[in-house]
Each structure stands twice: as structure tokens, then as C-alpha cells.
């Protein structure tokens, strides 16, 4: 029996990786759940799949819940370090991290430490110190499963073609990596994106995604995560990672090797697929997606990323070439950006104006980050995200 936490368990990693567990039978099991504030639903998930741990990050929704665990699961208290404890249990098989933002940091490196397996979706981590997590890995004889569609397919890809696990060491075989991208919900927008509003960015043409995300995918910045994710995850260069516009999100990313074969991971746009990789690795089962009909997909797109329109994709690569501290300073002040956008408080183009500004002000550091610089890192850069979005200085943000 796989034992399986899940951190995130009401996000829409969280719920389609049980709705994947809840199909497989007995064979799977869920050890421990995390939330944060979704209450009705976590205790529905709690109720469904019985999990010996429960764990939610706000301690309103935690005075909320408290006297309705039913018998047999441990309700941990509100903090950060109830997530390490459970990515860190000793008979957890399987860790899936769908948490949003640096909140994944901190539970990534306890179930590391722990020698875990992790079906990693929450990418900033992995942007803040991804190097030298992958170093951790090794050290401490874990592994880290990509669960994100495009970095799943770059992994699908390359199953057979190395020892077990061993997938980052493989890139002297690799040639270029094709990183795709939906495009978002304004690749072919004419109109001005200054005036885009939060309602608008939220409405992607393929994925159902939580609202971070989803904004980070229609500004691009989710690519240039997943550009610096893959770029540590499979040891490659900056030269060797091609992001590509597909609107069509078949064909979910690709990878030529160096005798010009290219090996592409193609299906429908469900999560549950490379969710389902990820649980039931290196096996694969049947699932409940769709199979992927070649005839009504026989029109595949395949464009150039427009880098004028959407800055904060250079901004990604120009931080992941400056290397140090960047990428996790970059991490942080989007998520600050983000929030704001939702709020109301800047325009869709004064996010990367805001990031911008904070990158400027950051310090140059050599080297990867060590674990304890990237978490420095993104508090700084969150105050100093928070002071630029008070004073206004990003309006004079020229990219």
C-alpha cells in the first residue's frame, strides 16, 4: 500500500489528485491532508478518505473545524510546521506538494531531508533554490517527481533513457527541450492589456487552475518559472530550453536529443494525467481522462513568445542568467504583484513593472543559493515589494 500526503488538498492540484486516488482502490491511501481555508470542502475531503493527519494553515479556519474531525485523524495546529511534520512522516510513501507559492519552501525541504518522494506542482520553490535542491536530493536520497503538465512531459520523455530517478543527469543527451505554453487568455488579444481586469485574466482557455497561477499564466511569468524549474530539475542550460506558444495544449512539451529525434508527450489538458504519472510511478494504470482523438486534434499551432507584450518572461530568464538570489527575489515580488492585481491595486501591466522595480533593488549575489539565502531572499524581496507598491516607485518602472 502507497501511504500519500497531500499538501494543498483543496486546490486543484489537491482535488484532482484525489479524485485519481479515490479511483485506484486500496492500493492507495491518503496519509495526511493540508487547506488553508476551503473548510466546507476540507472537511468533506477529511470525512471521504479518512487521513490519520489534518493540517490548515489559518487558524480561523482552524477554531472553525476543530470539534468536526472525526475520530481517527489528528488535527495539527496552524503553523508552517505542521506541513514539515507531515512531509516529513516516517510511513509516507509519497509526498504531492500542490501548495501555491514559497509556503511549499520550508514542508519541501523537511520531506527531503526525510528521503521522501515528492510529486512536486508548486514550482517557486524550486525557482527560489532549485540547484541546490536537487543537491539536497542527492544528499539525502530523495526524489522529486514533476506533476506540472510541461516539466511531466519533459520527464515522460525521458523514462528509459536514464537509471531511475537519475533524469537530471541526462542532459549532455539533450540537444533542446521544447517548453509549451497555452498562450494564456490574451495571445492574440488586440486590445490594450493595460485594461485587462482581474475577471479576464482568471478565464483561461484551457486549464482550471487556482487564481495565482492562472494570472501567472496569463502574463507568461508561470513559463518562466517553469523555464528555470526545468533549467534546475534536468540540469540544463538556458540555450537548451525553447519556450514555444501552442495554443492548442496537446502536445505538452517535447524534447530533441542530440541524433535530432525529437520525443514529444502528447494528450488532452487534464491535470490528472501527470498527476497520476507522478502517484503510480514508474507504473502506468488506466486513468478517467479522455483519450486524446489524433483526427479532431489535427491542427497543431506552434508560435514564438512575444517578449515585448509580456515583459515578465524575460524578466524569468534575465534572473534565472543572473543566477544568486534572483530567481527567488523574482518568486516573491510576483507573488506580491499578483495579489495586488487581484485586488485591485495595480494594473495588469504594473505587475511586471512592480517585479521589475524590486529585481533593480535586489543585491548581486554569486553562486546558487544555499537554502537559508533563498528564504532571506524572499522575505526581503517581499518587504521590498510591499514598500514599492505603497510609494508608487513602479509606475517609473521603464522595461
Known amino acids: 500500500m502507497k501511504q500519500i500526503v497531500i499538501l494543498g488538498s483543496t486546490g486543484s492540484i489537491g482535488t484532482s489528485s484525489l479524485d485519481v486516488i479515490a479511483r485506484m482502490g486500496e492500493e492507495y491511501r491518503v496519509l495526511g491532508l493540508s487547506a488553508n481555508n476551503n473548510t466546507d470542502l476540507f472537511l468533506k475531503q477529511i470525512h471521504q478518505f479518512k487521513p490519520r493527519f489534518a ?51 520550508t514542508p519541501l525541504v523537511s520531506a527531503i531531508k526525510a528521503g521522501k518522494t515528492i510529486a512536486l506542482a508548486n514550482k517557486e520553490p524550486m525557482v527560489m533554490a532549485g540547484k541546490t535542491l536537487m ?91 517553469e523555464a528555470i524549474e526545468i533549467m534546475n530539475l534536468f540540469n540544463l542550460p538556458e540555450e537548451k530550453v525553447q519556450i514555444v506558444i501552442h495554443p492548442q495544449s496537446i502536445v505538452h512539451s517535447a524534447v530533441e536529443f542530440n541524433d535530432g529525434a525529437i520525443l514529444a508527450q ?55 542568467r543572473k543566477g544568486g538570489i534572483l530567481p527567488a527575489v523574482l518568486s516573491a515580488a510576483d507573488e506580491i504583484a499578483v495579489d495586488a492585481f487581484l485586488k485591485g491595486q495595480i494594473k495588469f501591466t504594473d505587475i511586471p513593472k512592480l517585479i521589475y522595480t524590486v529585481l533593480q533593488a535586489a543585491p548581486q549575489t554569486k553562486g546558487d543559493a544555499s537554502l537559508n539565502q533563498a528564504a532571506e531572499a524572499d522575505q526581503w524581496a517581499r518587504e521590498a515589494a510591499e514598500a514599492v507598491l505603497a510609494d508608487k516607485t513602479y509606475k517609473k518602472a521603464a522595461i
Not at 472553525?64 to 495539527?76: E, F, S, V, Y
Not at 517548453?179 to 485574466?201: D, H, I, M, N, Y
Request: glycine share 6%.
Open 55 to 105: 493540517a490548515v494553515l489559518n487558524p480561523a479556519s482552524y477554531e472553525k473545524i476543530k470539534d468536526q474531525i472525526p475520530q481517527g485523524t489528528r488535527l495539527l495546529p496552524p503553523e508552517i510546521d505542521s506541513l514539515s511534520f507531515m512531509a516529513s512522516l516516517p510511513t509516507a510513501d509519497l509526498v504531492v506538494s500542490g501548495v501555491v507559492g514559497a509556503v511549499g519552501f
Open 135 to 225: 543537491k539536497e536530493c542527492e544528499r539525502w536520497e530523495a526524489a522529486i517527481l514533476p506533476v506540472d503538465s510541461e516539466p511531466s512531459a519533459i520527464f515522460q520523455c525521458l523514462a528509459g533513457e536514464t537509471d531511475e530517478y537519475n533524469y537530471h543527469k541526462i542532459s549532455r543527451d539533450i540537444s533542446k527541450v521544447f517548453l509549451t505554453a497555452s498562450g494564456g487568455p490574451f495571445a492574440k488579444r488586440k486590445a490594450a492589456l493595460s485594461t485587462v481586469t482581474p475577471e479576464e485574466a482568471l478565464n483561461h482557455p484551457r486549464w482550471k487552475m487556482g487564481k495565482k497561477i492562472t494570472i501567472d499564466s496569463s502574463t507568461l511569468m508561470n513559463k518562466g518559472f
Open 266 to 320: 502528447m494528450g488532452e489538458p487534464d491535470m490528472r494525467v501527470p498527476i497520476q504519472y507522478a502517484i503510480t510511478y514508474p507504473k502506468r494504470v488506466a486513468g478517467p481522462v479522455k483519450k486524446l482523438n489524433l483526427f479532431e486534434a489535427a491542427k497543431l499551432e506552434f508560435f514564438e513568445p512575444d517578449f515585448n507584450r509580456f515583459p515578465c518572461l524575460e524578466l524569468a530568464l534575465a534572473a534565472a
